[in-house]
C-alpha cells in the first residue's frame, strides 16, 4: 500500500501546458486503467478531474485530459489559468486497496 | 443535490476512541460503494477504508487495520467509521467518499477534523 510516486511541484506561465506525472508499481497503475485524478485548493474537499485514465466528468474542463504509459498516469493541463494553481492527486485501483500519490502543486506563474 | 456531511470530530487522547459518520441525501445510498479518505494537515490524500454497497466486502489501509472498523446503515442513509486506540499520527480531516467506479471517487464531503493530543 505504497503511495503513488508524483512531483512536488510543477509550474508555468498562463496559457503553457504543464504534465504531472504518477508513477506506481504493476499492482497498481500498471494492472488497471482504473487511475483518477483530483484538484484541490486550500481548505476545500477533492474534486474529481479524470477517472479510467482519460475520461472527463461532467462540468470539467477540457483542458484536462490524462493518459497512461505503462506504471506511469499522467495528467496535462492545457492552456493553464490562474483558477488551476492548487493542488493535484493521482488515485489508482490496487484491487484491495486504491492508494493516492504523494501530490503535486501547481503554481501558475 | 448529491450531499455528504461528516460528523463526530473532535479532540481525543492517544488510546481514545471516536465514532465518525457520514450522513448522505440525494442519491440511492445502498446503490454505492463509500470509502473514508484523510488528510493529515499540510499533508496529502490517504486512503483509509471501503465498504461495499451491501457491506459484503470491506477493506483497510495497513497503517488503521486492527484499530477501526467501517459500516454503514443503509436504512439510515449513513456511514461510519468506529476509530479505537487512536495515535498522533491518525490526527487528520476524514473525508467521507462516493465511489462510482473503482478508485473515482466523484462526491466528497467537507470533512470532519480529529485532533489526538494529550
Known amino acids: 500500500q505504497s503511495a503513488l510516486t508524483q512531483p512536488a511541484s510543477v509550474s508555468g506561465s498562463p496559457g503553457q501546458s504543464i504534465t504531472i506525472s504518477c508513477t506506481g508499481t504493476?499492482?497498481?497503475?500498471?494492472?488497471?486503467?482504473?487511475v483518477s485524478w483530483y484538484q484541490q485548493h486550500p481548505g476545500k474537499a477533492p474534486k474529481l478531474m479524470i477517472y479510467?485514465?482519460?475520461k472527463r466528468p461532467s462540468g470539467v474542463s477540457n483542458r484536462f485530459s490524462g493518459s497512461k504509459s505503462g506504471n506511469t498516469a499522467s495528467l496535462t493541463i492545457s492552456g493553464l489559468q490562474a483558477e488551476d494553481e492548487a493542488d493535484y492527486y493521482c488515485c489508482s485501483y490496487a484491487g484491495s486497496s486504491t492508494p493516492f500519490g504523494t501530490g503535486t502543486k501547481v503554481t501558475v506563474l | 443535490e448529491v450531499q455528504l456531511v461528516e460528523s463526530g470530530g473532535g479532540l481525543v487522547q492517544p488510546g481514545g476512541s471516536l465514532r465518525l459518520s457520514c450522513a448522505a441525501s440525494g442519491f440511492t445510498f445502498s446503490s454505492y460503494s463509500m470509502n473514508w479518505v484523510r488528510q493529515a494537515p499540510g499533508k496529502g490524500l490517504e486512503w483509509v477504508s471501503y465498504i461495499s454497497s451491501s457491506s459484503s466486502t470491506i477493506y483497510y489501509a495497513d497503517s488503521v487495520k486492527g484499530r477501526f472498523t467501517i459500516s454503514r446503515d443503509n436504512a439510515k442513509n449513513s456511514l461510519y467509521l468506529q476509530m479505537n486506540s487512536l495515535r498522533d499520527e491518525d490526527t487528520a480531516v476524514y473525508y467521507c467518499?462516493?465511489?462510482?467506479?473503482?478508485?473515482?471517487?466523484?462526491?466528497w464531503g467537507q470533512g470532519t477534523l480529529v485532533t489526538v493530543s494529550s
Open positions: 479510467e485514465v482519460s
Open positions: 504493476s499492482s497498481d497503475v500498471g494492472s488497471y486503467n482504473l
Open positions: 467518499a462516493r465511489e462510482q467506479v473503482s478508485a473515482m471517487y466523484d462526491y
